[in-house]
């Protein structure tokens, strides 16, 4: 592969240079990758025989992961008009599982969002469910039942900030209050 020809663009102007050369992230040469690829179909195998098949969005979590980054699986070509360089970038696969470069980016855009453009200077109060893990595995693989706990879940937590806010703004019931003022008493009680 050729060096990279520095050169400059009038929208960098101002802005420190880049320092080093851009490296194509290797992923199969990772050990989770190798592990992975060696492994997954056996996996896949034996849980069928076992008669507990993979669902679904497990088996997609891995196909995605191996093709991840792969040129052979869908790639961008990156043209700078001025200096005429040319390099292909391997397509993300863009999923919440394994992959540790895929669930990073995620993570940090995620968290860039939210405190830029959803949270800004709100305070916040965090609310945290804990279940056990085999009530977890049921949630994963029942719609139904993760709405049903997510209801359970939001009813009492609600039920909260209503006895709260009738505590102190002193009123007898809230559910006659618009929504102005439970607004208020939520960023009160935050």
């Known amino acids: 592969m050729e060096a990279h020809v520095p050169h400059t663009h009038a929208d960098l102007v101002g802005l420190p240079p880049l320092v080093g050369e851009y490296r194509r992230r290797g992923p199969r040469e990772t050990v989770l990758h190798q592990v992975v690829l060696e492994n997954h179909r056996t996996f896949v195998s034996l849980r069928e025989e076992e008669g507990r098949p993979l669902p679904a969005f497990v088996r997609k979590e891995f196909e995605k992961f191996l093709a991840c980054g792969d040129l052979a699986e869908g790639f961008a070509r990156i043209h700078c008009a001025s200096c005429g360089y040319d390099r292909l970038v391997g397509l993300s696969c863009k999923r ?23 949270i800004g200077d709100t305070p916040v109060r965090q609310w945290v469910l804990s279940l056990p893990r085999p009530l977890r595995y049921i949630l994963a693989y029942d719609s139904a039942v993760l709405g049903e706990v997510l209801n359970a879940f939001l009813g009492a937590v609600f039920q909260f900030l209503r006895w709260k806010a009738k505590d102190v703004l002193g009123l007898r019931s809230v559910s006659a209050t618009s929504s102005w003022t439970m607004n208020t008493a939520t960023t009160w009680l935050s």
């Open 96 to 118: 919440r599982g394994w992959c540790p470069s895929c669930v990073g980016r995620r993570m940090n855009d995620g968290a860039a969002f939210l405190s830029d453009q959803v």
